[in-house]
């Protein structure tokens, strides 16, 4: 089985600026800018010839490559809890559009319709045990973040695996936007 998500891998530039960003929540656990990614879709845990088919529905889509524009931060909650810290991403029609083929390409090939409403942003870090008056003061402190639009070219079938500290994610496939 091969647990796999689609992305938006963010080239080294975005993720340093990202990166500079991190600190000043005792308790969070940080997401390593390696890992910093727009996911379009995730998958979860196929098997090998799912995710063969996976890969020939999304390799048939064609999309134009469009700018990227991050800006502001925010938090997730469930159950009532902060779970995760994030910055926005700007939702453009080419970026919705891109991920509503993936999501059609998906379900091409059999796989369930994802159930939550698309959320672009980009995770920094898993807040459930820090204490809720840092997170405030850090989301006022940095809720004006913005960088310069980025290009996107491509998006990419990555893997992971789950880890003690982290999960490890590995691209697989790269798909050119055209």
């Known amino acids: 089985m091969l647990r796999l998500f689609v992305a938006l891998a963010l080239p080294e530039l975005l993720r ?12 969070a656990k940080w997401v390593p800018p390696d890992n910093y990614h727009l996911t379009l879709r ?14 020939e529905a999304l390799a048939a889509i064609r999309a134009r490559p469009f700018d990227l524009s991050l800006c502001g931060v925010g938090t997730f909650e469930k159950a009532g809890r902060i779970q995760s810290l994030w910055v926005g991403v700007e939702r453009t ?12 390409a998906l379900q091409r090939v059999g796989l369930e319709p994802e159930r939550r409403r698309f959320a672009p942003h980009i ?13 405030v003061s850090y989301v006022q402190a940095h809720n004006l ?6 290009r996107m070219e491509q998006f990419t079938l990555f893997s992971s695996l789950l880890g003690k500290e982290h999960s490890v994610y590995t691209p697989e496939v790269e798909y050119a936007l055209a």
């Not at 340093?16 to 308790?27: C, S, T």
């Not at 979860?44 to 890969?55: L, T």
């Not at 029609?93 to 059609?104: F, Y």
């Not at 973040?145 to 980025?150: D, G, T």
Request: glycine share 8%.
């Open 145 to 150: 973040f913005r960088a310069p639009p980025v």
């Open 42 to 55: 995730f998958i979860g845990a196929i098997e090998r010839w799912r995710a063969e088919e996976v890969d």
């Open 93 to 104: 029609e080419a970026l919705s559009h891109l991920q509503a083929k993936v999501e059609t």
């Open 16 to 27: 340093d600026q990202l990166a500079g960003l991190v600190g000043g929540i005792p308790g």
């Open 123 to 135: 995770t920094l870090a898993r807040v459930d045990r820090a204490e809720v008056p840092k997170l």
